[in-house]
């Protein structure tokens, strides 16, 4: 029993720290990390990612970046809908099949969990 009990204290006396980031800084470790030649500012690129649920159609995405032109378009299909969203220097765009008019009604049937 004493010697479970020198061993809980030994156990215990160490101190564990860590360190203690803010998000920025964890950020810029991670950043330094992944991209040590610095490329991200210059980043250009594009990413195609299809999200395949069960019991429904398959989800098309195709993402690309242009950093130095400060652009960023995501393009989603699913079924009959494209749902795309452009941001270019600040300025946002958002269209479903091509028309930037989206009723209400077709807002909220997007929006909606399809159970069943």
Not at 7 to 13: E, G, M, P, T, V
Not at 47 to 53: K, R, S
């Amino acid at each position: 029993m004493t010697r479970y009990f020198y061993i809980c204290i030994i156990l215990f006396s160490f101190t564990v720290t860590g360190q203690k980031l803010t998000g920025k800084q964890l950020l810029n470790k991670a950043i330094e990390y992944h991209d040590p030649h610095n490329n991200w500012d210059s980043f250009k690129g594009q990413l195609y990612i299809t999200m395949v649920t069960p019991n429904t159609s398959k989800r098309h995405s195709k993402i690309s970046i242009d950093l130095p032109n400060a652009y960023f378009s995501s393009v989603v299909t699913k079924g009959e809908n494209t749902i795309t969203s452009i941001i270019e220097k600040g300025d946002c765009s958002f269209t479903l099949n091509g028309s930037p008019n989206i009723t209400q009604n077709k807002k909220d049937s997007l929006s909606r969990p399809k159970i069943g």
